[in-house]
């Protein structure tokens, strides 16, 4: 499926060095030892999900948002507070009920009596990160209230725009849409979200070790902030600065193409899509102290960063053909760039 991954073969011309660096601040390896820490800090709460707890780093390191999605019981909600409590910044919680209206998100404006005026009250959404459990339990005029907030980071009210701070990442946890008590997420909605990732069930040995570690007390109560708000800028820099290869673009594109054109997809993704393939691609790349992306980062990404994003055709849900498996076939199928002379 992959091609080796050596460097000489996607670096021409070569990456130029982390504009951080240059200045002094935070190259890539700090990055990795920054990212590290993190790592071991959720890995310490949340036993036995490597590859769960590496995507949702590279999702924060490509400033963008997670969904979580999966059965309850398994895990959902203590890998987005994890990740929220490993790094020393504001973070919010909002539990998703079908009650919530808009305006418990995004905030309201209300009358002061004492200044004649209205002020604005700001909702949670006014944090570095805002984990949202069961985000799909609420109605879908609520679920919108955070379509402006995720793609442009400011929140609109009664006419006025409100910025938000960086970082600013939304981790949202939801049952399956055949579960009891939910609402579909709309195209939209799962659109502004980076990628997609499910937990699963343990494996017998972590399960065992969950029992001791989770018996007397939570981890998560013991969980100290390991990186700052500060740092998580500084990083998202440096992974902007990760080196993508004319071939490799054009991997990219081809594999983006192909599922607008796949006879299993009534639709395809988006160039939203395609850009935030490319940055989770980046930050994947420096997580692995790389500062060049190899097509191995966009296969390893494609089913996480697309498959959400994408509706089969009714013929293909007949035929219980998921969009996980048209896009896993489409990365085997797909030829990949060789190296560049």
Do not use: W
């Given at each position: 499926?992959?091609v080796?991954?050596?460097?000489?073969s996607?670096?021409?011309?070569?990456?130029p060095?982390?504009?951080?660096?240059?200045?002094g601040?935070?190259?890539?390896?700090?990055?990795?030892?920054?990212?590290?820490k993190?790592?071991?800090?959720?890995e310490?709460?949340?036993?036995?999900?490597?590859?769960?707890?590496?995507?949702?780093l590279?999702?924060l390191?490509a400033e963008?948002?997670l969904?979580?999605?999966?059965v309850?019981g398994?895990g959902?909600t203590l890998?987005?507070?994890?990740?929220?409590?490993?790094?020393?910044?504001?973070?919010?919680r909002v539990q998703?009920t079908?009650?919530?209206l808009?305006?418990?998100?995004?905030?309201?404006?209300?009358?002061n009596a004492e200044?004649?005026?209205?002020?604005?009250k700001?909702?949670p959404?006014?944090?570095?990160?805002v984990?949202?459990?069961?985000?799909?339990?609420?109605?879908p005029?609520?679920q919108?209230?955070?379509?402006?907030?995720?793609e442009?980071?400011?929140?609109?009210?009664?006419?006025?725009?409100?910025?938000?701070?960086s970082?600013?990442?939304v981790?949202?946890?939801?049952?399956p849409v055949?579960?009891e008590g939910?609402?579909?997420?709309?195209?939209?909605q799962r659109?502004?979200?980076?990628?997609?990732?499910s937990?699963?069930?343990p494996?017998p040995?972590?399960e065992l070790e969950?029992i001791d570690s989770h018996g007397?007390?939570s981890p998560?109560e013991r969980?100290?902030p390991?990186?700052h708000a500060h740092d998580v800028?500084?990083?998202?820099?440096?992974?902007r600065?990760?080196?993508l290869?004319?071939?490799?673009r054009?991997?990219?594109?081809?594999?983006?193409?192909?599922?607008r054109?796949?006879?299993?997809l009534?639709?395809?993704?988006?160039p939203?899509a395609?850009?935030?393939?490319?940055r989770?691609a980046?930050?994947?790349?420096?997580?692995?102290?790389?500062d060049?992306?190899?097509?191995?980062d966009l296969?390893?990404?494609?089913?996480?960063?697309l498959?959400?994003?994408?509706?089969?055709?009714?013929?293909a849900?007949?035929e219980r053909?998921?969009?996980?498996?048209?896009?896993?076939?489409l990365?085997?199928r797909l030829?990949?760039?060789?190296?560049?002379r």
């Amino acid at each position: 499926m992959s091609v080796g991954t050596h460097g000489e073969s996607y670096v021409n011309p070569p990456a130029p060095a982390p504009e951080a660096s240059r200045n002094g601040g935070v190259g890539l390896d700090d990055l990795v030892q920054i990212a590290t820490k993190i790592r071991n800090a959720v890995e310490s709460v949340v036993e036995g999900k490597p590859r769960a707890v590496r995507l949702a780093l590279t999702v924060l390191l490509a400033e963008g948002h997670l969904l979580i999605e999966d059965v309850p019981g398994v895990g959902k909600t203590l890998l987005a507070k994890a990740l929220a409590r490993s790094i020393d910044c504001s973070v919010r919680r909002v539990q998703f009920t079908p009650d919530l209206l808009p305006s418990d998100i995004t905030g309201v404006s209300a009358y002061n009596a004492e200044r004649g005026e209205f002020e604005f009250k700001p909702g949670p959404v006014f944090a570095n990160i805002v984990v949202g459990d069961e985000i799909n339990r609420a109605s879908p005029k609520t679920q919108s209230a955070l379509l402006e907030c995720m793609e442009e980071r400011q929140v609109t009210v009664d006419g006025a725009t409100y910025p938000l701070e960086s970082p600013f990442m939304v981790i949202a946890t939801q049952n399956p849409v055949e579960m009891e008590g939910t609402y579909p997420l709309p195209e939209a909605q799962r659109d502004r979200f980076t990628a997609r990732i499910s937990m699963g069930y343990p494996d017998p040995a972590a399960e065992l070790e969950m029992i001791d570690s989770h018996g007397r007390s939570s981890p998560l109560e013991r969980l100290t902030p390991v990186a700052h708000a500060h740092d998580v800028r500084a990083l998202a820099e440096a992974v902007r600065q990760v080196h993508l290869s004319p071939g490799v673009r054009q991997y990219a594109i081809d594999l983006i193409t192909a599922t607008r054109k796949h006879p299993d997809l009534r639709l395809g993704a988006s160039p939203r899509a395609t850009l935030q393939l490319v940055r989770a691609a980046r930050a994947y790349a420096a997580l692995d102290d790389r500062d060049y992306v190899v097509p191995d980062d966009l296969q390893a990404l494609a089913v996480p960063v697309l498959a959400h994003r994408l509706l089969p055709t009714p013929e293909a849900l007949l035929e219980r053909r998921t969009p996980e498996q048209v896009v896993a076939a489409l990365v085997e199928r797909l030829p990949v760039p060789g190296p560049r002379r």
